[in-house]
């Protein structure tokens, strides 16, 4: 059963990395849709809840890079901040969610699901932001406390609230459906 249980979550992970390759494809066609939504993160975000902590900073780490690598987009020097924020997504999101799950003892997931993700996502941006301020500080440039602020908070506002609604609307149907690996799901 463990040995399947690897298998189903590396199956899950690879349909996640090819959602997450392809989906800037269909959400980037309207430019301000595509930059609102992050749609890389939503992959990241649901690997952590549907897989756990480990696979969730694999896809997240993995992701931007290889997209970079392949499409070029996000462009190189962006996607190395983006594979920090995006592997404390996936595994913010997969441990704190079973964690938030016995705590808050309830029957509807949802509440921990919230809590799991807002924090995940607030982790995520602030690692991202650290990773960001090292590459601007080995080009010599400076990367000043506002600009943080307003790359990985108020210009993503939007995106974080969109990402409240789907990311769990998608795990929950997940769960619902018997699709999920993580002990809480079962």
Partial sequence: MKRNMHVYKLVVTALLLAVGLYLPFLLGQVEVLGQAISPLHIPALLCGLTCGPFWG?????????MRSLIFGMPPMPAAIPMAFEMAVYGAAAGLLYPLFVR?????????????????AMILGRIVGG????CMMGFQGNAYSFQTFVAAYFTGTAVGAVIHLIIVPAVALALEKAGLTALPVHR
């Fill in 57 to 65: 900073l694999a896809l997240g780490a993995v992701l931007p890079v």
């Fill in 103 to 119: 705590i808050l003892k309830k029957a509807n997931h949802l509440p921990a699901m919230i809590v799991s993700l807002l924090i």
């Fill in 130 to 133: 650290a990773a960001k301020a």
